[in-house]
């Protein structure tokens, strides 16, 4: 006999109806009676109604000009060993129906409290995971395997599972639609969420994903290694002063290729394709003295393997993505600073980045010395016991599409973190496990997943690129009318504030479309540009080993 698995969610809602004798009404006049809500494996640490106005978070600036909202404190315990905490804040009234989850950065545990106000004062129920730690170094994982599988994709799932529960108690009825959005980690969380549980979230919002998460920090470590004198780590062989000439040089050789054969417009101060820019270090070499102007010879040779990418020395095989031309520098300070992010511990120079990674994710222990690491058999080693776990590589989306999921990826292409070539190259997975005719797989996955590019956009952000895309609006008319995004539009302000002044504005275009700026309009305008369709652009080849 088959067994059928009521919802969580609706099973909450007849005792509701008990308890207040009218089913369906809103009931959100009572935040504190939530502190005794029953949550299977997982209890309301607090919940308190917080009065219009200004309010202080437990991190982060004061949040002005909220309306009256309920605040939940939760904790998950799915298993010995997990916690898992969770807030949600939920309007009093005029609640729009919606859920929407916010994403983490990194390996942090701080919640998205800026991003939770701006969508509470639109009248959406807001949510924040912990990830089952505190604070923002891998170090929290020492002792705690079960810490590393609630980073890994099972943190969010719980969450999301809890407050549905919470909202539909709050309000006496289930959200009409529930999303996720977030970018780096977030992005990550994000296309887990897809891949592993499909049923969570009605659209999704992806940036920057770097789903193959034991490869990314093989190639931070690369990085690393290549930068330094083997065995010398006090100093590096480019400095991070030099990281805007190479950038530099890199636009001034690849730039002329930014109009119509590139898309863009030829105006265009980044690259549009740095997957085909065809820079040559060899072409800055000193030719005489080291300067500020020029690369020695080991300068060169170190810049040419960092811009190769990770290898394994016994096959040849590309380890993980370069990253791109033209992110080296990524505007430098006060911006983001480019490879000089990541290429070395931002606390300790003289380290490798993500240091307690290696130690107590990966299993190397307290003493692991970095130049002893085999980008053969190690890097095998660390797949077996951690790609399982906080990988996101799963091409099968077939649960998401079915159930009607809707999924934006975004990425920018001048990311000095994230290689945009990774989020291409799963975007190709996908396509290509639908089988069949390429066109009519083509179409298929976009009825329910689209990649959209962003030409200049750095790490999630920032950028002189049209780096500001409206992506909220547009996972919503696909989700609530069913409209896919044939563009979407994208803007560049004043300061790169969400409230500067609009420098100029473009429209992105799903993959393998670019935008083509056809003199319809001036180049600063979106009407100017049209979405036209591209070949693919040249993306790496991984060993097919290294997409677990």
């Known amino acids: 006999m088959k067994r059928w698995r009521m919802d969580p969610v609706l099973m909450i809602l007849p005792a509701l109806a008990l308890l207040t004798g009218v089913a369906g009404q809103a009931y959100a006049a009572d935040c504190a009676a939530l502190a005794s809500l029953a949550l299977p494996q997982a209890r309301v640490e607090a919940a308190e109604e917080v009065t219009a106005g200004a309010y202080r978070p437990p991190s982060g600036p004061a949040q002005e000009g909220l309306p009256t909202f309920c605040r939940v404190q939760g904790v998950v315990t799915p298993v010995p060993g997990s916690r898992i905490g969770f807030e949600l804040w939920m309007p009093k009234d005029g609640w729009n129906g919606r859920l929407q989850m916010f994403g983490n950065g990194g390996y942090s545990s701080a919640i998205s409290y800026g991003e939770m106000a701006g969508l509470v004062r639109r009248g959406y129920a807001t949510l924040g995971t912990d990830t089952g730690h505190q604070g923002d170094d891998p170090s929290f994982a020492e002792g705690r395997p079960e810490a590393i599988v609630d980073w890994g994709h099972r ?11 919470v909202v539909a108690s709050f309000y006496g ?3 009409r639609h529930t999303f996720f959005a977030g970018c780096s980690t977030g992005g990550h969380q994000a296309m887990s969420s897809a891949q592993r549980y499909p049923e969570d979230f009605d659209g999704i919002i992806a940036g920057a994903s770097g789903g193959n998460r034991t490869h990314l920090n093989a190639g931070f470590l690369w990085q ?3 930068n330094h004198r083997t065995g010398e780590d006090a100093a590096q062989i ?3 002063a030099k990281l805007r000439l ?3 040089a890199v636009l001034a050789t690849c730039r002329a290729d930014n109009g119509a054969r590139g898309g863009g417009h030829p105006a265009d101060a980044w690259l549009n394709d740095p997957l085909s820019c065809g820079f040559d270090p060899a072409s800055l070499r000193c030719t005489g003295e080291d300067g500020a102007n020029c690369l020695t010879a080991p300068q060169v040779d170190a810049l040419r393997a960092m811009h190769d990418g990770p290898r394994n020395p016994r096959t040849g095989e590309l380890i993980h993505f370069p990253f791109p031309r033209g992110s080296e520098n990524s505007g430098g300070p006060p911006n983001l600073p480019g490879w000089s992010l990541y290429w070395a511990d931002p606390g300790n120079p003289a380290a490798p980045a993500r240091v307690n990674y290696w130690r107590h994710w990966a299993g190397f222990g307290a003493g692991w010395n970095w130049w002893s690491f085999d980008f053969d058999r190690a890097m095998a080693t660390v797949d077996e016991r951690l790609a399982p776990v906080i990988n996101a590589t799963n091409p099968d989306l077939s649960g998401f599409r079915q159930r009607g999921g809707k999924l934006i990826a975004y990425h920018g292409m001048a990311d000095p973190v994230v290689p945009f070539a990774e989020s291409i190259a799963y975007h190709e997975r996908v396509v290509a496990a639908q089988g069949g005719d390429e066109a009519a797989a083509r179409q298929q996955v976009g009825s329910f997943y689209r990649l959209f590019l962003v030409p200049g956009m750095e790490h999630c952000r920032g950028g002189p690129g049209p780096n500001q ?10 989700v609530d009318e069913g409209t896919p995004p044939d563009q979407i539009l994208a803007h560049n302000r004043e300061g790169n504030r969400p409230d500067g002044a609009v420098r100029f504005s473009r429209p992105l275009c799903p993959y ?3 935008a083509v700026y056809d003199g319809g309009a001036a180049p600063t305008m979106a009407e100017g540009y049209r979405c036209t369709q591209f070949p693919g652009m040249a993306v790496p080849e991984i060993g097919t080993s290294y997409l677990r």
């Not at 943190?155 to 529960?165: D, G, L, N, P, T």
């Not at 895309?469 to 696909?478: G, M």
């Open 224 to 226: 690393y290694l290549r």
């Open 173 to 175: 009825r289930p959200a």
């Open 238 to 240: 480019i400095p991070a």
């Open 246 to 248: 190479v950038g530099d």
């Open 512 to 514: 393998p479309q670019r």
């Open 155 to 165: 943190a969010v799932h719980e969450s999301v599972v809890r407050a549905k529960q």
């Open 469 to 478: 895309p409206e992506l909220q609006a547009a996972l919503e008319r696909w």
